[in-house]
């Protein structure tokens, strides 16, 4: 005879308490806010999925989830490449191995608004290093608080200073975990460094690619406080990135409802991706 | 052929390989038998040219490859642990050497699937080698080794990952596998029992130096010295210790023959435990005495630890034999199985 007892959901009660406080409790907030009107007072007026549809209509959400997608598309494409090429070029062994992660765990250690003050401090022109060796020693007409173009290159210059080093450190651990006689076997067959790259090092890195890409895409496209320190969303709102804009209407504006539905969507579109980006990549294993 | 001349191995200054010099044949089944940290996987490496070697020379069919990169010796190596190229499936991995080489895509076919056919993966041919067991990507990284023409072939205990059974079989058909390709096949081993299995041709290594080499029969009945004899043998060869004076041997513990051809002195004496019997074999035999500590049956034979003297011996005989336990009992042994060894372990007779 088949005994059946609910006992197991006991110990699942854990789990779901912590995420229930977590997660779920705070989200079902922002889900009320999202379908309600409020005046103040404690007052709300049921409003339906209206906010969601104007936002999704608004002109100045598509252009800041336009500018997101950009971001975070040039961000990736060249974080990931370039940790790769770093990680490829760092030594194996030997004496200089923990001088170059100290050195590259080191941008990682900084706060995130101190990274933007840095570089704030670092790009001013006339002001900062940068800024004044570029304008007057160089010539080059650089400000990134007046030329969108300026704000956009130091904005992802530092991200890339920033963050590239996650990727190294991924890829590292896993090429350093490539037994020696995959690269001898390579030698053997007389394979070149391309095809060692191609067949050997790549496959070997994969698990830890994938966690790097996801990591960078979510980080990337969540991105707040480095911006908005930096430039805070300018000039104009060539940087207003969405979680910038979000906290404009959130708390700028106190529109709690259209914020609220907002960050839902954006939520939604970081879930979304993330998982596209998941499936796509680890789509040759489950074959 | 491959030669050694003097070649030698350092990893900072410290002596991995010692002045070594070694021929190995063409067609030959080579064996590199000693116990880990020995040097069979640095001796391998120095002939396939992965690592450098400190002084003298390598040498491929008489030309001089000391300098030569790996690539360019046509080598083929087959790990202990599996190495395949993970991406690929198990056709690519065998044809990835061909491919480099530059081979007409029709011959690669054919030289695939004759290496598949010789290793039964002829089904596998499209799978991923995660998809294989081990002893599938074991035998895909042996039809890269075979399908690839090789001047020689160096397996570094390619069986050693894999459990029991499989490893008996594959042991098996290895010899079959490589004869007739025109390579030297170079298998290194811990096991003495694998060496002696895989017949050909032994070289025995110990801390960094060939001690013996030659057809592996030869090293078993001839012995170049203490630590030879000791290798190939189970249970252990007997050891006892010998004085010599005049042409008379009186071995401790007691019991005395005649010897020729040997100066006066102590000697170690070193007889393999089935030359060892509770009954005559020859008129020649001579009778060792000692108190029966250990009885063991193994099949039809039965052995017997015997306290000879200050010296523990083992009697190995086919049969089952009487033996109390605690009692004395008389073994026989024909001393022209005798085997003499000098104080610096040399082979004296």
Redesign the interface.
Same mark, same amino acid.
């Given at each position: 005879m088949r005994t059946e007892n609910q006992k197991a959901w006991f110990f699942v009660l854990p789990v779901l308490a912590l995420v229930a406080f977590n997660a779920l409790v705070p989200m079902m907030t922002v889900v009320n806010y999202s379908v309600q009107e409020t005046f103040g007072n404690n007052q709300f007026f049921w409003e339906g999925l209206g906010w969601f549809e104007q936002i999704l209509r608004s002109d100045r959400f598509q252009a800041a989830l336009g500018r997101q997608f950009l971001f975070t598309f040039l961000i990736l494409l060249i974080e990931v490449p370039l940790g790769i090429i770093v990680a490829l070029s760092m030594p194996r062994k030997g004496f200089w191995v923990p001088v170059c992660l100290v050195l590259m765990a080191l941008p990682m250690l900084i706060p995130w608004n101190v990274v933007g003050s840095m570089w704030n401090i670092f790009t001013l022109p006339k002001i900062g290093l940068l800024g004044y060796f570029l304008n007057d020693v160089l010539g080059i007409n650089y400000d990134m608080t007046q030329q969108p173009i300026s704000a956009w290159i130091t904005v992802i210059v530092m991200d890339v200073w920033h963050w590239t080093s996650l990727v190294v450190l991924l890829c590292y651990a896993g090429l350093v975990s490539i037994p020696d006689a995959y690269y001898q076997a390579a030698k053997i067959d007389g394979a070149s460094p391309w095809s060692v790259f191609r067949y050997i090092q790549l496959p070997k890195m994969k698990t830890v690619l994938t966690i790097a890409v996801l990591l960078r895409f979510m980080d990337s496209f969540n991105i707040y406080t480095e911006p908005f320190v930096l430039t805070g969303g300018g000039p104009g709102n060539s940087t207003t990135l969405l979680s910038i804009d979000l906290v404009k209407i959130a708390l700028g504006q106190f529109d709690l409802g259209p914020a609220a539905a907002m960050s839902l969507i954006y939520f939604a579109i970081t879930l979304l991706v993330s998982w596209v980006f998941y499936t796509l990549m680890t789509k040759d294993d489950a074959q | 052929m491959i030669e050694l001349q003097d070649a030698t191995k350092r990893v900072g200054n410290v002596i991995h390989i010692k002045p070594t010099n070694l021929t190995l044949q063409t067609g030959h089944f080579n064996v590199l038998l000693g116990a880990t940290g020995s040097g069979k996987t640095s001796l391998i490496k120095m002939m =396939?040219g @992965?690592d450098p070697i400190a002084s003298g020379k390598v040498l491929m069919d008489g030309q001089d490859v000391t300098r030569l990169n790996?690539?360019?010796r046509q080598? *083929? @190596?087959v $790990?202990q642990?599996f #190495?395949n190229?993970? $991406?690929?499936s198990v056709f690519d991995n065998i044809a *990835?050497?061909l491919r #480099? =080489?530059g081979m007409a895509k029709s011959e690669i076919e054919g030289r695939v699937e004759e290496a598949a056919d010789l290793l039964q993966l002829r089904p596998m041919l499209h799978r991923r080698p995660h998809e294989l067991s081990g002893g599938q990507q074991q035998r895909t990284a042996l039809a890269r080794a075979i399908a690839k023409e090789s001047r020689a072939v160096f397996l570094d205990e390619p069986l050693a990952n894999l459990d029991y059974k499989l490893r008996e079989e594959l042991r098996e058909q290895l010899p079959d596998l490589f004869a007739g390709r025109g390579a030297v096949v170079v298998y290194a081993t811990s096991e003495p029992e694998e060496a002696l299995l895989l017949g050909g041709y032994t070289a025995l290594m110990e801390d960094g130096r060939i001690t013996q080499f030659g057809p592996t029969a030869d090293i078993y009945r001839n012995p170049e010295n203490i630590a030879a004899a000791r290798v190939f043998s189970d249970p252990p060869i007997n050891v006892g210790r010998v004085k010599v004076i005049g042409a008379m041997a009186q071995l401790e513990g007691g019991g005395r023959w005649n010897v020729s051809g040997m100066a006066d002195g102590d000697y170690a004496v070193a007889v393999r435990p089935h030359r060892v019997t509770p009954f005559r074999t020859s008129d020649a035999d001579v009778e060792l005495t000692g108190r029966v500590i250990v009885t063991e049956l193994s099949g039809s034979d039965s052995s017997a630890h015997f306290q000879h003297g200050e010296d523990a011996w083992v009697s190995l005989a086919a049969g089952v034999h009487p033996y109390q336990v605690g009692e004395d009992h008389s073994f026989y042994m024909n001393p022209a199985h005798c085997r003499y060894f000098g104080q610096d372990g040399k082979r004296v007779a």
């Open positions: - | =396939a @992965l790996t690539q360019k080598i *083929s @190596l $790990h642990f #190495v190229y993970p $991406h690929m *990835s050497p #480099v =080489a």
